[in-house]
């Protein structure tokens, strides 16, 4: 089946720093992909739709200078959170649409962030 | 707007018990509905997922329904095991946008 990527898959940084998380669609080119975050013991929260080759679109109340996304290719989506703070240690996952025959959407394993 | 509500929030049941997970949504408007399992600290593996079309869908132990008019699915898991224990997460992707709207989770332990 198709395999969503994400790259790292945990990482701990310091307070004021910025880290990229990376998501891959490995076999097939997804020409939109969704970003999502889960707090500890709550569910998953859509952030923003990427759409490659334009602008993200951004849920309400999500910051769009903290986190920047970029979708240069129809393979890979980039989410960094900008200046990071404790409050943004979380657990990102990404999605990839796959517009073919199931047009289905596929999530990736997810990124832990630690902020100290 | 898309709300996903799952019942119960948590349930505690011992092991070789049949049980039913509930998830409801406001909108029928939808394209696809998923149930996905969440293990601690890990990702979503993706247990059953029913398109719009259609009304049940099947994977050895696992059943899941969909009544869309009525903005309903269920999750029966037949035979409980440990290893089932786990949080049970309800998604659905609605038509135009393909936004996907998970519902808080059924926590659920299995005692052996």
């Known amino acids: 089946g198709a395999v969503v990527s994400q790259h790292p898959s945990w990482v701990i940084c310091k307070s004021g720093t910025s880290v990229k998380i990376e998501c891959r669609s490995l076999d097939f080119q997804a020409t939109t992909m969704f970003w999502y975050r889960q707090f500890p013991k709550q569910s998953l929260m859509l952030m923003a739709t990427?759409?490659?080759?334009?602008?993200?679109?951004?849920e309400q109340g999500v910051e769009k200078d903290k986190f920047l996304i970029n979708h240069a290719s129809l393979t890979l989506s980039t989410l960094t959170v900008t200046s990071a703070h404790p409050e943004d240690s979380s657990f990102y996952i990404c999605?990839?649409?796959?517009?073919?025959?199931?047009?289905?959407?596929?999530f990736g394993p997810g990124t832990r962030l630690t902020v100290l | 707007k898309q709300e996903v509500t799952q019942i119960p929030a948590a349930l505690s049941v011992p092991e070789g018990e049949n049980l039913v997970l509930n998830c409801s949504f406001t909108?029928?408007?939808?394209?696809?509905l998923q149930w996905f399992r969440q293990d601690p600290g890990k990702g979503l593996t993706s247990l059953l997922l029913?398109?719009?079309?259609?009304r049940e869908q099947t994977s050895g132990r696992l059943n899941a329904s969909l009544d869309k008019s009525s903005g309903r699915s269920t999750l029966y898991i037949a035979a409980s095991q440990p290893g089932d224990s786990a949080t049970y997460l309800c998604a659905v992707t609605n038509t135009g946008g393909f936004k996907t709207i998970f519902g808080a989770g059924t926590r659920l332990f299995v005692k052996a």
């Open positions: 990427s759409n490659e080759g334009s602008k993200a679109t951004y």
């Open positions: 029913i398109q719009s079309s259609q």
């Open positions: 999605s990839a649409r796959d517009g073919g025959v199931r047009d289905t959407q596929y």
């Open positions: 909108d029928s408007a939808i394209y696809n």
